[in-house]
């Protein structure tokens, strides 16, 4: 079973930024399309960018034109460039498969505020 490891979450003030990491055990990202996703405090997980087989990305409305999602095959990695935070982004991202999710991985806390 392939797992994964998000990393890079942190306390970061109001417009900053932050990259996050998600690392997998095998390779997963050249055969699915994937996404990152955020559970904001007392909310449900949220999809808020995917990247397909063909590297077509699309964002959630609330991050469109802040945040881009990308990853490197060959290291068996993904990551959020994630900038000109807010409040509102702060939780817990996951990174996972867009359809038929694997088990969750622990996630990477991200704290925006002042």
């Known amino acids: 079973q392939v797992q994964l490891v998000e990393s890079g979450g942190g306390l970061v003030q109001p417009g900053g930024s932050l990259r996050l990491s998600c690392e997998a055990s095998?390779?997963?990202?050249?055969?699915?399309?994937m996404g990152w996703y955020r559970q904001a405090p007392g909310k449900q997980r949220e999809l808020v960018a995917r990247?397909?087989?063909?590297?077509?990305?699309s964002y959630a409305d609330s991050v469109k034109g802040r945040f881009t999602i990308s990853r490197d095959n060959a290291k068996n990695t993904m990551y959020l460039q994630m900038n000109s935070l807010k409040p509102e982004d702060t939780g817990v991202y996951y990174c996972?498969?867009?359809?038929?999710?694997?088990?969750w991985g622990q996630g990477t806390r991200v704290t925006v505020s002042s």
């Open positions: 996972n498969k867009v359809l038929n999710v694997l088990p």
């Open positions: 990247i397909t087989l063909g590297g077509i990305t």
């Open positions: 095998g390779s997963i990202f050249s055969i699915h399309a």
